[in-house]
């Protein structure tokens, strides 16, 4: 992604492509419109830049609150799986009260459970082989703050 690419001084011009839309693009954000009006969404954001792992660390951010993810039985390559970025896919976190309503919404499309909320204001990601990383969300700010 463009943010571990920046990280580790790699040139952004040259080479690199403009990831393809899927088709169903437009049905997504038509239902994560849709889902938004119902007040189901709490909040949102797109993976569009610096992929998963940035958008977890700025919606933890953003709430001062933590978020445990769950990559699962993921065992490729990490660093493309948590810093791709992917046109069309968000991050979205739902009231439990409302998850089956959300999820009903998006049964034929692309949707997975990666995690939940905490209070613990930390994020964490692991996958079925163990932990990847515990970052306190202090940590989180104070390099949001700082320049690169």
Request: glycine share 8%; with cysteine; net charge negative.
């Amino acid at each position: 992604g463009s943010h571990l690419a920046l990280l580790e001084n790699r040139a952004q011009s040259g080479g690199v492509n403009v990831p393809m839309v899927a088709e169903n693009t437009k049905s997504i954000y038509q239902q994560t419109y849709l889902a938004m009006r119902n007040f189901e969404i709490c909040a949102c954001h797109d993976l569009s830049e610096g992929g998963l792992a940035v958008s977890a660390a700025e919606m933890c951010v953003a709430g001062r609150l933590g978020l445990d993810l769950d990559l699962g039985e993921y065992a490729g390559d990490s660093a493309k799986f948590l810093f791709g970025e992917t046109n069309g896919c968000f991050l979205i976190e739902v009231d439990a009260r409302h998850a089956h309503a959300f999820e009903r919404r998006f049964e034929n499309l692309p949707l997975r459970r990666l995690g939940l909320v905490l209070e613990q204001p930390a994020l964490t990601i692991h996958n079925q082989a163990g932990l990847l990383l515990t970052l306190p969300v202090n940590d989180l700010l104070a390099a949001w703050q700082s320049a690169l």
